[in-house]
């Protein structure tokens, strides 16, 4: 995670993103902006872009990684995707991490079900429930087909 994000725009958080810091659960990055280096040259240009403080910074961020070191970047937000997926970085929504941690085994099924319909089935304005989202099953099973053989990636919309 980035540190304008962590900071910032978790601040209702803030106690929980300091502990899970203190356990080593969580790492927070720096992110420079400074004119002079890379890092802060992808930044602006990102920012430039259109992207928000906490987007641009964690793009500018993941884009100095190697390809195969850069972590999926979760939002709903569509204009936020788009410039993930335009720069060829990560990205997804709350159901791809879903699907993602299913299939990695760290989740089990049907407890990932049990919270994730009792969220957004019946449920269509929920916040963070994707707009191609039914039903439970129906979407793990339509985001698991459509899943990158070796990235999240962005599920088709």
């Not at 502990?19 to 920012?47: H, M, N």
């Not at 100095?64 to 970085?89: K, M, S, Y």
């Not at 019946?122 to 793990?140: E, G, K, M, V």
């Amino acid at each position: 995670m980035t540190q304008y994000v962590a900071r910032h725009e978790l601040h209702d958080v803030q106690a929980d993103v300091a502990a899970l810091e203190a356990e080593k659960r969580l790492r927070i990055e720096p992110v420079s902006v400074r004119k002079t280096d890379p890092q802060g040259r992808r930044f602006r240009e990102y920012r430039n872009e259109g992207l928000d403080k906490g987007e641009a910074e964690s793009l500018a961020w993941v884009m100095g990684l190697d390809q195969a070191e850069r972590p999926i970047f979760i939002t709903n937000d569509r204009g936020a995707r788009a410039g993930f997926v335009r720069h060829g970085a990560p990205v997804g929504d709350v159901m791809d991490l879903v699907v993602e941690a299913i299939t990695s085994g760290a989740v089990e099924t049907a407890a990932a079900r049990e919270v994730v319909s009792a969220s957004w089935d019946d449920r269509p304005n929920h916040r963070c429930r994707p707009q191609d989202y039914s039903y439970f099953d129906a979407t793990l099973a339509k985001r698991a087909a459509t899943k990158p053989d070796n990235s999240m990636g962005p599920h088709p919309s």
